[in-house]
């Protein structure tokens, strides 16, 4: 998690996990977050400028960092998500396809201050293609 946004207001990155958490309960989905970090002084990864590149980064880190050194190595987890202040062109999120439950589940989401919504609505889509779902034709 990007710490520039958590800074401005702790309580709607709560918020946005438990819309998340709600709206695949629909499809019969139970999800439980087992641990946020938080990367309030500078990023914890390289960041690229481009989606494709930045997901792959943060995926090494996630299997490099957090998965064998940091405080969650011990943490059981089946996706990693990582929302970012920044925005990657032509992208407001990336994902692995069908990667659930592999260690390369990894999906980047824009965190888009100015419209909560539709960040919820991109950790969504992105957690879909995560599980394996196409877009519609």
Known sequence: LDGTFYRIDKCVVGDVA?????AYQ????RMVVVAIDIQEKKPSFPRKEEANDDINS????VNEVILKKSKFKDVDFDCAIFLSH??????????NLGTMCYKSC?????????????TVHTIG????????????E
């Open 18 to 22: 438990s819309w998340f958490l709600i």
């Open 26 to 29: 629909a499809i019969n989905l």
């Open 58 to 61: 943060f995926g090494n880190y």
């Open 86 to 95: 920044n925005f990657w062109p032509g992208n407001s999120g990336k994902a």
């Open 106 to 118: 990894i999906s980047i989401v824009y965190w888009q201050y100015e419209d909560i919504d539709a």
């Open 125 to 136: 889509h992105e957690f879909g293609h995560n599980l394996g779902f196409m877009h519609d």
